[in-house]
């Protein structure tokens, strides 16, 4: 029998004798509210979504132009990015239907990646899967640059190896420490740690110095196997703005299904009785009640709602208020040519505000920008910013001691440094207006942002709740739960989403079809070593490339005393 049959017997069944889940409130749209939302209302659960903003998808959304020289155009909080280990995210959209389609259908494969400097001369990574050794070769070549000293290839090589073979506690143990700690950054050449160690910055808003070397070493493995992993895309992006490609569609979809979608619609407050949750307080005054009720606000709003009964009562809803958030927002800059660059991302090498980038026009191949704009914008350029502290080369002063137009220029200036390098890519008088992420807001003292990302410090895991709390009635889908994917993304939100609707599922006995979740991919030649590392973990024993680095490391220091 079809599950899904199943799992409507039980639910009808329920009803009946009075048991069984019949409504659910979720509180937050973003990715893993309307995850979550999916799930449920798939499975005949009556669903509400409260949304405070005005349109749904949380930090994906695109925020269309009103007014002004780009009205009709949209703005976005940053470029979407889809690597290949975004399994949750992307089987997700491709239940999504979209036309005589799914949403599935309007990612796009990336062909390259432009690496620019100032310094040196521009490289173009492939993402294309390799085929002969010389094009493995070139796959690594944007972590095992050409210039870096060999001694540190060799290092970093063994490091990768060292995740590689780990057991799931041994790279647990790895969140007590940082990413610069155990790449040994400090005793590596300039060369390794700017082009490796504060990469990342880049990728997850953090520094290497604070950041859990299990997260970012997990990540940089996954990056790395889906360059060569010749049955997926290494890396994907949507063919239109987000909102007109994938989350417009999605709503559609979900209100087809019979969910309620109540958008600029705040939740201030979860009312508990000392057991289990009894409704959401709405800013109105009004209480929304349900049999179940699932979180899935932001880490920076998520204790707001928590009364400190509540938080005492479930200290893993306590502990998210440890938990750390850094600036990574986006600025989209609209110009009358569209720029001759590789099909894919662009990264600034040596840019300090830590800029990577995507031009729009060139894969927009399921959106008509002459038909939603004014006619003299015909390239779009769309930049994420990960370095707020670090002071730029214009203005002399970090991004958030700026005010929004200084941004602007001081984002456009390192761009257009970087970009015509090696001849003119951009000018001046190709751009017409720009559209900065409204989170950013001026005050008095510089800038604050209302939308901050999540960050993975040293240490963080023990903080991160689980999607099922001891809360009978209440689970969170948000990219702080801890998932497989861990780091704060769009993937880490599904994931959680479909956790909390699975716990929904469990508690009430109608989880015959439970929502999917995958652990990270690995290639299987690793398991013999993971599993003899697993026994040497439990013995208290330390990983074998421990001891060859302890030992490297004792030698050199006997010889520079000697």
Not at 142 to 151: C, G, K, S
Not at 459 to 471: E, I, M, S
Not at 496 to 501: I, Q, T
């Given at each position: 029998i079809d599950p899904k049959v199943l799992d409507r017997l039980a639910l009808e069944i329920g009803q009946l004798v009075g048991i069984g889940v019949q409504?659910?409130?979720?509180?937050?749209?973003g990715v893993g509210g309307l995850t979550a939302a999916q799930e449920l209302v798939e499975r005949d659960v009556d669903v509400t979504v409260f949304e405070a903003n005005e349109r749904p998808g949380g930090k994906a959304r695109s925020m269309p132009i009103a007014e002004g020289p780009l009205a009709g155009l949209h703005g976005e909080h940053g470029f979407r990015f889809f690597p290949a280990y975004y399994s949750h995210v992307i089987e997700t959209m491709e239940r999504i239907p979209d036309g005589e389609g799914t949403v599935a259908d309007n990612l796009v494969t990336t062909d390259a990646t432009l690496i620019a400097s100032i310094e040196?001369?521009?490289?173009?990574?492939?993402?294309?899967?390799?085929?002969?050794?010389?094009?493995?070769?070139?796959?690594?070549?944007?972590?095992?640059?050409?210039?870096?000293?060999?001694?540190?290839?060799?290092?970093l090589l063994e490091r990768l190896l060292y995740l590689a073979t780990a057991?799931?506690?041994?790279?647990?143990?790895?969140?007590?420490?940082?990413?610069?700690?155990?790449?040994?950054?400090?005793?590596?050449?300039?060369?390794?740690?700017?082009?490796?160690?504060?990469?990342?910055?880049?990728?997850v808003a953090l520094r290497p110095q604070q950041g859990s070397a299990r997260t970012i070493g997990t990540i940089y493995l996954q990056l790395l196997l889906g360059q060569i992993d010749p049955t997926q895309p290494a890396e994907q992006v949507l063919n239109a703005p987000t909102s007109e490609a994938w989350i417009d569609p999605w709503v559609r979809y979900l209100r087809e299904q019979g969910c309620r979608i109540k958008t600029a619609t705040a939740v201030e407050e979860l009312a508990f009785d000392g057991t289990r949750i009894t409704g959401v307080r709405l800013s109105d005054g009004s209480l929304a009640t349900a049999d179940e009720y699932v979180l899935a606000v932001p880490v920076e709003v998520a204790p707001q709602l928590l009364s400190a009964e509540l938080r005492e009562h479930a200290p893993a809803l306590g502990a998210i208020s440890r938990l750390d958030t850094a600036w990574m927002n986006g600025i989209q800059f609209y110009l009358t040519a569209d720029p001759d660059l590789p099909p894919g991302h662009q990264v600034y090498a040596d840019a300090p505000w830590a800029l990577t980038s995507v031009s729009q026009r060139q894969i927009w191949d399921g959106f008509d920008l002459d038909a939603h704009g004014p006619t003299e914008v015909k390239g779009v350029l769309s930049v994420i910013a990960s370095d707020w502290d670090t002071p730029g080369v214009h203005h002399e002063k970090p991004a958030r001691a700026c005010t929004r137009e200084e941004v602007a220029e001081e984002i456009w200036i390192q761009v257009t440094r970087h970009l015509n390098s090696e001849g003119t890519r951009l000018t001046d008088d190709m751009l017409v207006d720009w559209f900065l992420d409204p989170a950013l807001v001026e005050t008095d003292n510089g800038l604050t942002n209302r939308s901050p990302l999540l960050i993975n410090t040293v240490?963080?895991?023990?903080?991160?709740?689980?999607?099922?709390?001891?809360?009978p009635n209440l689970t969170l889908a948000s990219d702080y739960v801890r998932t497989n994917s861990d780091l704060a993304s769009m993937e880490s939100a599904n994931e959680?989403?479909?956790?909390?609707?699975n716990a929904i599922l469990d508690r009430h006995g109608i989880g015959a079809s439970r929502a999917t979740i995958w652990e990270l991919s690995e290639p299987s030649l690793f398991e013999p070593f993971k599993r003899q590392d697993r026994i040497r973990h439990r013995l208290g024993l330390p990983h074998p490339a421990a001891v060859t680095q302890s030992l490297r490391s004792v030698a050199g220091r006997l010889r520079g005393s000697a």
């Open positions: 409504v659910g409130i979720v509180v937050g749209g040196e001369a521009d490289r173009i990574a492939t993402t294309d899967q390799p085929e002969t050794p010389r094009e493995w070769i070139q796959t690594l070549q944007p972590a095992f640059a050409e210039d870096l000293p060999r001694r540190d290839v060799r290092f057991c799931e506690a041994r790279r647990e143990d790895l969140d007590e420490i940082s990413w610069w700690e155990f790449i040994d950054a400090d005793n590596r050449s300039q060369e390794f740690r700017d082009r490796l160690a504060y990469a990342v910055q880049s990728l240490g963080a895991l023990k903080h991160r709740p689980p999607a099922d709390v001891a809360v959680a989403g479909r956790r909390a609707a």
